[in-house]
């Protein structure tokens, strides 16, 4: 009798594990508050790992229907993603404000995600070793970036870094891709190894007059001497001597942002501004490797 007793509470405790509390269209979800009829995106069974459960692309909805009650999707949770290997592209809803931490953590085939503007935070590794993505443009509405959010997404060569960002966590963007970097004024600290082990980093945009506090070992073996580092004008003298920021084997004015556009192929239906970002017909636009990105980080002309 005490075996059978133990039998049932540990498929009790089993049972109970589940992260989902129901499942549409392939895509679960778990309750997060009954009164205001809000959910979040999970995974299928007891641990994130146990199923490879999101193939190809995933659309999800702004909301969804089970047993009459209709549900606001509003976060990615912990894990939702974690270690789906052939997961290649997700759009997100509005409506989204959080991802949760590791929800994409190994999701090796994940070449694209759609964020929309409404997110306001990311988990730690929330995108670790996503080894084929290789844009993320982040919204103005976050406040800071998390520690190794994007470490060791290896093919990540361009990241939009918005205004309104005033931190941006340990190893955020270790061992990336990223060729090309805007910190804005507004980044006020940078953590340790946040741009470690980049071996394509060569140009680094700082647009704050006032230098932003480091922490040891951003640039961590990666090659400043080689790369190119501008900044304000009025603080050019000071970044040439402070710490850090003195290893960079080219120190320029903003200014010279983006003058030489023969060295990057383009053409004269571009036009150059002020802080380095180029405009056709109007709209912004991103030019990574010859290909053509719109703000939204789709690409527009290969």
């Not at 443009?137 to 800071?144: G, V, Y």
Request: net charge negative.
């Amino acid at each position: 009798m005490k075996k059978l007793f133990t039998l049932l509470l540990a498929f009790m405790a089993a049972t109970t594990l589940l992260a989902h509390d129901f499942e549409v269209n392939g895509i679960y979800y778990n309750i997060l508050d009954d009164k205001t009829n809000e959910v979040e995106v999970t995974w299928r069974g007891a641990l994130s790992t146990s199923y490879e459960e999101y193939i190809g692309y995933i659309a999800i909805p702004e909301s969804v229907t089970y047993e009459g009650t209709t549900y606001r999707v509003t976060e990615v949770g912990v894990g939702a993603f974690q270690g789906c290997t052939n997961l290649t592209s997700v759009m997100l809803p509005n409506h989204v404000t959080s991802i949760g931490d590791n929800a994409f953590w190994g999701c090796s085939g994940l070449e694209f995600v759609t964020i929309p503007d409404s997110l306001s935070w990311i988990g730690e590794r929330g995108f670790y070793e996503c080894t084929n993505l290789t844009t993320i443009i982040l919204p103005n509405t976050m406040k800071s970036i998390p520690e190794c959010v994007f470490a060791n997404c290896t093919s990540l060569n361009h990241v939009t870094i918005p205004n309104s960002i005033t931190f941006i966590g340990d190893g955020a963007f270790a061992y990336t891709g990223v060729s090309c970097v805007v910190l804005p004024a507004s980044v006020r600290t940078l953590g340790f190894y946040v741009f470690s082990s980049c071996p394509n980093l060569r140009e680094v945009t700082c647009e704050s007059v006032k230098l932003p506090n480091l922490s040891q070992w951003v640039f961590f073996k990666t090659a400043t001497d080689e790369a190119t580092l501008y900044v304000p004008e009025e603080s050019l003298e000071e970044y040439k001597t402070a710490a850090q920021w003195k290893e960079f084997g080219t120190i320029l004015p903003i200014s010279q942002v983006g003058t030489d556009l023969e060295n990057i192929g383009l053409d004269n239906g571009y036009e150059v501004m002020d802080n380095g970002k180029l405009l056709r017909n109007g709209q912004l636009v991103i030019v990574r490797d010859g290909v053509e990105y719109n703000a939204q980080g789709q690409i527009v002309k290969e």
